[in-house]
């Protein structure tokens, strides 16, 4: 049999990247490939990209050009592109960076096997098609690999919202949903694969509108209440969601369904009506908050996520305050927060722009707020019950690491545990990034 050979993967960006991350790894499994986890060992080094922000778009640029010197020592070395750079700027990176084979879009990823031959053939190869066929029946698992406790499941790609700021719908797409029956068979192939807690992912996910088993369109909560009949599934997660996409039947889930955990990532962006309407969010900040209220008398403890954007072009000092009012209202345990970047291509990089050092003192008293409010939140779980999902060992001998139903991160000890299992910890206390328990 052939010497394998070695594939390197580097994924930046958001969580579907990590899942399509593994269906590459996978698909090209079929191509005779096994994953390694350094550059330097690779036949071939693939990127997965995110085009989200400026930064993250020149990261890949200067990533690429480091590994001049591994193609100098290797010339059977082949080097690709994915996500959403390829698929924002296609055929310019082989022009902008030589050094680059090959050039994959996030819909074409079950074609990258005939990418690959075509590159080892000595040519070069570029997709960045919106194909009609189902990448993820083509990517389909074929090694029954075992997996870790908690696994991502794509049900809903692309977004038909159009937020002034957001190439999203330039790079992954139209809406498209997947179809239930196919994520439930995903689903329970995870489970047999050792996974307990799946989150569902979609850049609009909430939106959900999938084919169901016996015709007819379901939405996100009745996918929901389907994997929770899934044995063996112990938890289900899902983002991100529009607070548009709310559905009464998805806020009643996370009062009825015991597996659906309390945690909800819904961005706002900002607090201003003048500029939610400048994004065209098509929401309030006043409907929003109603909004929070109600999923809030449904689920009383529900951790609430939230992501923010300063510095948006035309965002005045009183914008920006009502964006801090809005955070003392909801209050957020979790936040993402970011100074506006221009985007090529979308309605808001023709505007005028807020300067720079007022954008980044905004986004300075805005992760002052939100931090501090993170910190008391995670401080009062101190001296409650949680249950936590073991995931991987700890750095102390005997210590385990995982997630509570709120998504914190719990050290533990528990010399006898296992990934994979649940246990009950009553919380001893709060650090940075996590919390310290003992077992119950
Ligand atoms: N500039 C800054 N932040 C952005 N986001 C999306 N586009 C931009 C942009 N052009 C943020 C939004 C979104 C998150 C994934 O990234 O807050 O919810
Ligand atoms: Fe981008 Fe989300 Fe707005 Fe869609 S809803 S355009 S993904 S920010």
């Known amino acids: 049999m052939a010497e394998p050979k070695k594939l390197y993967i580097k994924t930046y960006g958001c969580q579907m990247n990590v899942y399509d991350s593994e269906r590459m790894a996978e698909a090209m499994g079929g191509a005779g490939y096994t994953e390694v986890a350094t550059p330097a060992e690779a036949d071939m080094i693939l990127l997965n990209t995110c085009h989200i922000r400026e930064k993250a778009a020149e990261k890949v640029y200067s990533e690429l050009g480091r590994f001049r010197g591994l193609k100098d020592a290797n010339p059977d070395l082949k080097i690709g592109v994915a996500g959403c750079v390829a698929q924002a700027e296609g055929a310019e990176i082989m022009r902008r960076q030589p050094l680059v084979d090959l050039v994959v879009g996030p819909q074409s990823y079950h074609r990258l096997p005939e990418m690959e031959a075509k590159v080892r053939a000595g040519g070069t190869a570029l997709d960045t098609d919106f194909p009609e ?38 790079t992954r797409g139209a809406e498209f949903s997947r179809p239930a029956q196919r994520i439930i068979d995903e689903a329970n192939d995870l489970v047999e694969r050792g996974v ?47 607070p548009n996409d709310m559905a009464d039947d998805l806020i009643e889930a996370h009062r009825d369904c015991a597996k659906l955990m309390p945690y909800l990532h819904l961005p706002v962006q900002s607090g201003s009506d003048r500029i939610l309407k400048r994004m065209n969010r098509s929401h309030t900040a006043d409907s929003y908050i109603r909004l929070i209220e109600r999923i809030r008398a449904a689920r009383p403890d529900l951790l609430l996520s939230g992501d923010f954007i300063v510095g948006f072009p035309e965002e005045t000092e009183e914008d920006f305050r009502a964006t801090l009012q809005l955070i003392e209202e909801v209050r957020y345990g979790q936040a993402y927060s970011f100074k506006y970047s221009t985007r090529p291509g979308t309605p808001a990089a023709e505007r005028a722009q807020v300067d720079a050092d007022e954008a980044s003192d905004r986004l300075h008293r805005l992760q002052t707020l939100l931090t501090g409010q993170q910190r008391e939140i995670q401080e009062s779980m101190v001296g409650r019950e ?9 750095r102390q001998p005997g210590q385990m690491v995982g997630k509570s139903q709120y998504l914190h991160a719990v050290h533990v000890t528990a010399p006898d545990a296992a990934p994979g299992d649940m246990v009950r910890v009553r919380v001893a206390e709060s650090v940075t990034n996590s919390l310290g328990g003992v077992l119950i």
């Open 133 to 170: 066929e189902d990448k993820f029946e083509l990517l389909k698992s074929r090694p029954k690999a075992r997996r870790a406790p908690a696994a991502f499941l794509t049900v809903q790609e692309g977004c038909d919202k159009f937020c002034a700021f957001c190439v999203v719908p330039y």
């Open 386 to 394: 949680l249950d936590v999902l073991l995931e991987r060992a700890g």
């Open 196 to 242: 307990r807690e799946i989150t569902l992912l979609g850049q609009n996910v909430n939106a959900y509108h999938g084919a169901g088993p016996k015709g007819g369109d379901w939405t996100l909560a009745q996918l929901i209440w389907a994997l929770a009949e899934v044995d063996g599934l112990e938890r289900i997660r899902f983002t991100t969601s529009h």
